[in-house]
Nanobody, 125 residues
């Protein structure tokens, strides 16, 4: 079992930056995928970015491509989401998730097995 724990959310002005961290307790495997999702009030949870734990392949939603960067640190069992050029529409609760297999749709929340509690990101205009 893997338990992701997010940190790093907060309040930032539009155009600013934040870095989210996700520390995964438990044993990870090279076949895992680590993802970030977000959910704004009244909206469905949406895919933001993902990284394959073994090879480090990265994937992004079109809405964040060029502004957000996902990365991983093996030694710390941690995944980061560096967010730049933030916009008010990026305001949401951000969740870290672990997909404990090397198949399926990395953009689908239903394919992820373990979820963190979420961290609030608020971007003011």
């Amino acid at each position: 079992q893997v338990q992701p724990v997010e940190s790093g959310g907060g309040l930032v002005q539009a155009g600013g930056s934040l870095r989210l961290s996700c520390a995964a307790s438990g044993r990870t495997s090279s076949g895992y995928t680590m993802g970030w999702f977000r959910q704004a009030p009244g909206k469905e949870r949406e895919f933001v970015a993902a990284v394959s734990w073994g090879f480090g392949y990265t994937y992004y939603a079109d809405s964040v491509k060029g502004r957000f960067t996902i990365s991983r640190a093996f030694a710390k069992n941690t995944v980061y989401l560096q967010m730049s050029s933030l916009k008010p529409e990026d305001t949401a609760v951000y969740y870290c998730a672990v997909r404990a297999r090397n198949s399926g749709n990395y953009q689908s929340a239903a394919d992820y097995d373990y979820w963190g509690q979420g961290t609030q990101v608020t971007v003011s205009s």
